[in-house]
């Protein structure tokens, strides 16, 4: 077996554990192209049957434009169920204060979005695209995370996972965020995009941009979320997305790739890593991901 | 492309985390994003080099502070020929359940010994771990080679001592490596200062090591993850059962039994990913059709009629016990096997293995967490198995506490 099947084989097992074990999962989706990758493995797990799952988005009303389309043109092609959740509504319900500053990110918020979802369907477990070479706390998590009632990932408490057998038992209120690309690579996902001929949205490829260059070097899209000021200037550039998400908080990357084949050997000679290239919210301390996922952060 | 995995082990401060790093920031596999963020940890953890490499899988808070893995850590790295998958496993004794759980699934383990200490007591609880395991290869390091002076009769007398040692545990293939990981000697550069040694560089190792392949000859095992009934117009009577090929081959037309039940029908059909195909090997997911409307449902294991399964409620099995409450006498319990569960109790515990004499003593019924006990398992339901050491699929298993849910221990059929 080659290892994209091997790295197939396990997420479809992954996957059809999940419809075996649990009562009501649902697979959270971005529009970004790990989950896109979810998506068409869940086709190939459960075709010609339906999903035994909706697809979740929790919508920062930060997103680009073209990967809402996206996302609701696939929901539509495949037929499956698609339940959309805005943070927007969560801030207002719950009297939140809204991101602040020059780049007001709702990364945070989402995770009370996210919560509120899971309580209001029960959902039992939540199917994500992390992947453990994103970022140093991801590496450690397990593929089935069992959370508490608030959502909460405690490391020094995980179950653990041996062989491919996996404990989905919970009680009532606790949830298990399960992740079946969790061995992929970026590079992995890119070349198993090209193999199976996956459709993605157009920002992932080459494009023109006004973009300001902040502090750390990153292109920031000028959107009517990001504050200008006198000092910035604005570029136009040609770029891509690596990672897409909040736009407040996701940086583009200067790129000349039109196709996959462009972009795989870009990403071969890049230096820097998908998220340390495009990720502000990663920047904030050391163990940024780890508090947000302590915090209930898929 | 092939995928390997392995995992390394060793004591607190062997340097395996740090053998990792080297392994990575050698084979250029870090970004300079992630080198820059290490290098700034690396002036406040006040290690004497550059840069800490350890830092690169410590990716805990509490692990940074205290300088030690407590959980493991899933790194990746691709070369020419290979992707890696490794878990770099904790130290401690009492995170030996993490090394368990990072060891499982994996084709090599990489043992780590510091050149001063020599065989230890964790050597040897990692080796019995990984005897028990069945890994197909183990690579012992001889780490710290830089602080014995490179010497040769060091690392031969290691060799000596371990081989000594690990004679009754019938390891598979067992290889030993020199190397210093703090100043990267043999790990992915060969050394000038162990020119005496004449075989290849870890790196090197792990390119050309021979990956185990899923021999296709062998027993045929399938197990129901899901049964997939569309319920629509044009597909009312279609029924399908999904999941994974454990072991062996299956085709078109066999003549198959259903256990526990043993009931028998054919294969009518084999879909993977939507598409109709007349056999299936290892590890393919696909979707099975049967010729006649019977009984199977989640759990079932679907064998060949002219090959045999062991079923039994009645199980002999070595486990480890992995929770931080011991073993309760009656405690009411969950036996999983991949897709199948029944409850479970453990009758007897039947011995303990002593790590330094790898024998069975006898016990006093308790199991402590991280021992390594023989038991006589008793299910509710039948279970369709084979021994561990001849189907690593079909003869491993979990037990789950009912009460709380945790997964206590893990356990190979005997």
Known sequence: MDYLDQLEAEAIYILREVAGQFDRPALLFSGGKDSICLVHLALKAFRPGKFPFPLVHVDTGHNFQEVLDYRDELADEIGEKLIVRKVEDTILKRNLQDGKGKFPSRNGLQTYTLLDVIEEFEFDACIGGARRDEEKARAKERIFSVRDEFGQWDPKKQRPEIWDIYNGRIDKGENVRVFPISNWTELDVWNYIKREKIVLPAIYFTHKRDCIVTENGQLMNINEFVQLDENDTIVNKNVRYRTVGDMTCTAAVESVAFTVDDIISEIKATKISERGATRMDDRVSEAAMEDRKKGGYF | ?414
Not at chain 2, 143 to 171: C, S
Not at chain 2, 358 to 374: A, F, V
Request: glycine share 6%.
């Open chain 2, 1 to 414: 492309m092939k995928l390997l995995r392995f995992f390394t082990a060793g004591s607190v401060d062997d340097g395996k985390s740090t053998l990792i790093g080297r392994l990575l920031y050698d084979s250029k596999s870090i970004s300079t994003d992630i080198i820059e963020t290490l290098t700034k940890q690396s002036k406040s953890t006040g290690v004497d080099t550059d840069i800490d490499l350890a830092l690169l899988t410590d990716g805990l808070r509490a692990e940074r502070e205290q300088g030690i893995t407590i959980d493991v850590a899933y790194k990746y790295f691709t070369t020419d020929k290979r992707k890696f998958i490794i878990a770099d496993t904790p130290g401690h004794a009492q995170y030996t359940r993490n090394m368990f759980t990072g060891a499982s699934n994996t084709d090599l383990a990489i043992i780590l010994i510091d050149a001063r200490n020599g065989v230890t007591e964790q050597t040897k609880r990692h080796s019995i771990i990984t005897g028990t395991l069945s890994i197909p290869h183990i690579l012992i390091c001889i780490n710290k080679m830089d602080l014995v002076d490179y010497d040769e009769e060091v690392f031969e007398k290691i060799k000596t001592d371990y081989l000594k040692f690990a004679k009754p545990l019938g390891l598979k293939k067992v290889s030993f490596l020199p190397v210093s990981a703090l100043t990267g000697d043999n790990v992915v550069n060969s050394s000038e200062k162990l020119s005496w040694y004449k075989g290849s560089t870890l790196f090197d190792f792990l390119e050309n090591i021979e990956i185990e392949q899923e021999d296709s000859t062998k027993e045929s095992r399938f197990q129901v993850q899901y049964v997939i009934r569309p319920q629509t117009d044009e597909l009312h009577d279609y029924r399908g059962y999904s999941g994974s090929v454990l072991s062996g081959t299956f085709r078109k037309g066999d003549q198959i039994s259903i256990y526990p039940l043993g009931s028998q029908t054919t294969i009518e059909k084999i879909e993977k990913h939507g598409i109709e195909v007349n056999e299936a090997h290892a590890d393919d997911p696909i979707i099975i059709h049967l010729s006649d409307n019977l009984d199977v449902s989640r759990g079932s294991t679907i064998v060949p009629s002219n090959q045999s399964i062991q079923n039994d409620n009645n199980i002999e099995a070595t486990i480890c016990w992995m929770d931080n409450k011991s073993f309760q006498n009656g405690q009411k319990l969950i036996f999983q096997q991949n897709s199948f569960t029944s409850k479970a109790v453990i009758k007897e515990v039947i011995g303990k293995i002593n790590i330094h004499s790898y024998k069975y003593e006898e016990s006093d019924g308790q199991i402590q967490l991280n021992e390594l006990c023989k038991v006589h398992i008793k299910t509710a339901e039948n279970v369709s198995f084979d021994s561990y050491k001849h189907n690593r699929k079909t003869g491993a298993f979990i037990l789950i506490n009912e009460n709380t849910n945790n997964t206590v221990a893990a356990g190979v059929i005997l």
